[in-house]
């Protein structure tokens, strides 16, 4: 579809919320590991991969706060370790993007194989 016509006397008003785009979320969450402070991520996907990627990064020493429903604070200042745990990488298929943060921040990182168990 090219476009949208709507017709007639009365204007339209409200609004529409977006929900967030999974593979985004999965891209700018191992980012944050980047900082050596606090981020904040907005318009979250409420779903299975992005639970399972903030328990990785909980796992790894970050602390997260979640400011409503679809929002987040990572405060990844006091990092403990850049061993991704092997079980939940393995769950995870889009683990990689953990290994680019952390080597950037450490240069050393273990992440599992996506998709072995």
Do not use: H
Request: aromatic share 4%.
């Amino acid at each position: 579809m090219d476009k949208l016509v709507i017709k007639g006397k009365t204007p339209l008003k409200g609004e529409v919320s977006i929900g967030g785009a999974k593979n985004a979320a999965v891209a700018i969450l191992p980012a944050s590991l980047l900082n050596d402070g606090i981020s904040t991520i907005e318009n979250l996907p409420n779903i299975s991969d992005v639970k399972c990627l903030l328990e990785i990064i909980e796992a790894l020493g970050a602390k997260i706060t979640w400011v409503s429903q679809n929002s987040i604070t990572i405060d990844s200042r006091n990092l403990a370790c850049t061993n991704a745990p092997l079980d939940l990488t393995r769950k995870f298929r889009a683990s990689y993007y953990l290994i680019g943060s952390l080597l950037g921040r450490y240069n050393n990182v273990q992440v599992g194989m996506p998709g072995r168990m």
